[in-house]
């Protein structure tokens, strides 16, 4: 299998990290991980870059991308849409289907803010989030929600790793193999701790956004997710124009993780379906 590693230039001059992997002129996913992440987060999406190109960034402030001061080039919503929009124009996606884990979903929601719809084929979300800070309702939390652990954002390292390990291991319904937990807390300590907080500086409620969505969307949530509350995928769902909810039990906020075999297939089937849908495209190319 080809994989192919770079940086592209995104909002406000950011260099984002990508990992290109599976024949460049199969149809795109374009993965967007969650909160403290990184693109290694999807390696059990692996085994669908023979049939699909899966492109993995990480977010800004993650992972190998850059990591810029202050708290406005994370508040700003158009950096993240344009972040994403450098990734598609730069290794050229042809409506590629767009997967937001947990806080890529303000990512996704950015991009259709600010770019529309026209490019894409579609959007998944994996434990999605709808809203941040004064714009978040009670309902949309789980009981592990990093928000809730001061502990997450502090600047005493030891804290911060005991918190992250904690959050982690509250991604999942189940406990992961110690490699994979192991990883993950590695990438999530790769965030410094003031970018941790500045992803949390906007107020956004991303509901209007996914409701201006006319290309097909789905929700899949782990309904044992103690993060963000399934609650949340439901209305996520229901805001989509043509959205559908997919609820995983006993699964809890990494569903891609947790069950890859259902997710993989399910995301299959879906980036199949939504690249067949071809509605006006004047409608989609006009963000408001």
């Given amino acids: 299998m ?18 290109d992997s599976g024949p460049q002129d199969a149809p795109p996913i374009l993965l967007v991980h969650g909160w403290a992440q990184h693109h290694c987060a999807w390696a059990a999406q692996e085994p669908l870059a023979g049939a699909f190109r899966l492109v993995a960034i990480d977010l800004r402030g993650h992972g190998a991308s850059d990591a810029p001061e202050g708290d406005a080039p994370y ?21 590629p289907v767009l997967v937001g884990w947990s806080y890529g979903s303000r990512a996704i929601a950015c991009y259709l803010r600010h770019h529309g719809d026209a ?38 390292q030891d804290r911060r790793l005991a918190a992250t390990a904690r959050f982690v291991a509250a991604c999942t319904a ?11 807390v590695g990438a999530n300590m790769l965030v410094p701790a003031r970018v941790r907080r500045a992803l949390f500086a906007a107020d956004e409620d991303l509901r209007p956004d996914y409701a201006r969505l006319a290309r097909p969307g789905l929700a899949i949530h782990g309904e044992a997710d103690a993060v963000v509350a399934p609650a949340t995928g439901r ?4 805001a989509m124009a043509q959205g559908r909810y997919l609820g995983y039990p006993a699964i809890g906020h990494a569903p891609f993780i947790e069950a890859p075999a259902r997710f993989n297939a399910d995301l299959a089937e879906f980036v199949r379906a939504a690249r067949e849908t ?6 989609h190319d006009r963000p408001a």
């Fill in 235 to 238: 209305a996520a769902a229901a």
């Fill in 278 to 283: 071809r509605p006006d495209e004047e409608r």
């Fill in 119 to 156: 490019a894409i084929a579609g959007v998944v979300l994996a434990g999605g989030i709808l809203a941040l800070g004064r714009a978040r309702e009670d309902w949309m939390v789980g009981r592990a929600s990093p928000g809730l652990d001061r502990d997450l954002y502090t600047d005493d």
């Fill in 174 to 184: 189940k406990p992961l193999d110690r490699l994979t937990y192991g990883m993950l």
């Fill in 75 to 95: 508040a700003d919503g158009r950096m993240w849409a344009d972040d994403l929009a450098a990734v598609i124009a730069a290794l050229g996606l042809d409506r």
């Fill in 2 to 19: 080809s994989v192919r590693t770079r940086h592209v230039e995104g909002g406000g001059g950011a260099r984002i990290f990508l990992r």
